[in-house]
């Protein structure tokens, strides 16, 4: 680290520390966070012992220009939040049905099914980009939307946060994609989508909103996504290190998310170590393309600090249980990576459990990021969702989605 950039990192730190006001309290999280970033360090350490600087720039740079991934655009659309936010959203329409043969026909599904739209809600730090993949299997099959969360993405920020200091929760969200759905799916059935914080956002809006759950809503899937008690979640981490990140990062958070300029040249400064802790927290497998890679972190790094900032308390406070209850008559997809840290695989066992007719998949080899890590799981699985809510003919077929293999292709 140049000594500029050391600066910039000394310089935020210290700026969010005294805006927190608890020396102590900011010693104990920078020794919860480096138990966090130790392994990551360890092998970014090893890796600058072979690899410039200036090489590694090149990479970047290599990758951000030659991935196609997030590259995909539909028909773009606006829809406005209670309190006036503007969420920005994307619809890509099914092409006119190709007439299937009458033997295929009778063997594989119904004749005409119900034409269904697809809405995708996204996980935290992340935005409508990171479906690439399905969106990419699924475009001319069915009509889908990708709609970017509040404060991510495309979407303005939270007017309630930045004019009314108020708080984020899952709540809010809930009535987000309320807001969504009336402007891109005025009518018509509806299957939803969500990972992570975006599953969470699909039961806020399950609670608010019951009777859609009757009258319109007709197969739920939720991926690597939580009901509730993710304050137990120990991220990997030794207890005394999770002990202390769940007592002050909440305030250090706050606290940095006020110094956001500075913050940002810390986060520039040190994109190595972050590249790390990001890929140990997203992936699981070790040979996903390192364009793949590049991808999330350009999602992740995107995320303004005091975004992050403003989102992490709802998840403490996030419980949507008995919200499940609203699934209940309808296909469920629940789909997790056994080695997710972020939201482990035990808090998708519990919405199944919860949900004994629902279809449970435990994916062995992958994270949090299980949509991009395993595409063709995922997508597999969406697929049979779609065809037993009757989103698509079983005889329809699902494009090409590519692969996440080091050896593979992009695109």
Not at 54 to 74: C, E, I, N, T, V
Not at 337 to 347: F, I, N, Q, R, Y
Not at 353 to 382: C, F, N, Q, S, Y
């Amino acid at each position: 680290m140049s000594e500029s950039s050391a600066e910039a990192v000394a310089s935020a730190a210290s700026a969010a520390v005294a805006s927190a006001g608890n020396w102590r309290k900011a010693g104990v999280v920078g020794t919860a966070i480096g138990v966090v970033a130790a392994g990551a360090a360890a092998g970014v350490a090893i890796e600058r012992l072979t690899v410039g600087r200036g090489m590694r720039q090149k990479a970047r740079l290599a990758l951000d220009s030659a991935g196609p991934y997030g590259s995909l655009r539909g028909t773009p659309g606006k829809a406005y939040a209670d309190d006036g936010t503007e969420l920005y959203y994307e619809v890509d329409d099914a092409e006119p049905e190709a007439p299937l043969a009458p033997r295929r026909r009778r063997l594989f599904g119904r004749k005409a099914p119900a034409p269904v739209t697809v809405v995708f809600s996204h996980g935290y730090c992340l935005n409508q980009d990171s479906w690439h993949f399905q969106r990419a299997a699924l475009r001319g099959v069915v009509r889908t939307v990708h709609w970017d969360q509040r404060s991510h993405g495309r979407s303005g920020r939270g007017v309630a946060q930045t004019e009314d200091g108020a708080p984020v929760t899952i709540d809010q969200l809930g009535r987000d994609l309320k807001a969504v759905i009336d402007a891109a799916v005025p009518e018509g059935p509806i299957v939803l989508v969500g990972h992570s914080m975006g599953g969470m956002t699909v039961m806020a809006f399950a609670d608010h909103y019951p009777e859609l759950f009757r009258d319109r809503v007709v197969a739920v899937a939720l991926i690597g996504t939580s009901s509730g008690r993710l304050g137990e979640v120990n991220f990997g981490l030794p207890v005394a290190g999770v002990n202390a990140v769940r007592r002050v990062l909440p305030g250090v958070l706050k606290a940095l998310g006020q110094q956001a300029a500075l913050v940002e040249r810390g986060r520039r400064a040190t994109a190595d170590l972050f590249a790390g802790v990001i890929k140990r927290y997203s992936f699981a497998t070790r040979d996903v393309d390192p364009a793949v890679e590049r991808f999330a972190e350009r999602m992740i790094e995107g995320t303004p600090i005091d975004v992050v900032a403003e989102f992490y308390p709802a998840f403490t406070e996030h419980d949507k249980i008995a919200a499940l209850a609203h699934f209940t008559d309808m296909p469920v997809l629940v789909l997790a990576g056994v080695k997710d840290l972020v939201t482990p695989s035990e808090h998708s066992e519990a919405i199944a459990d919860l949900l004994p007719d629902a279809e449970l998949v435990l994916v062995p080899d992958a994270g949090h990021l299980v949509m991009l890590e395993h595409p063709e799981v995922v997508i597999d699985r969406l697929a049979d969702l779609l065809m037993r809510a009757g989103a698509v003919p079983a005889g329809a077929t699902v494009g090409g989605y590519g692969s996440t293999s080091s050896t593979a292709q992009p695109g």
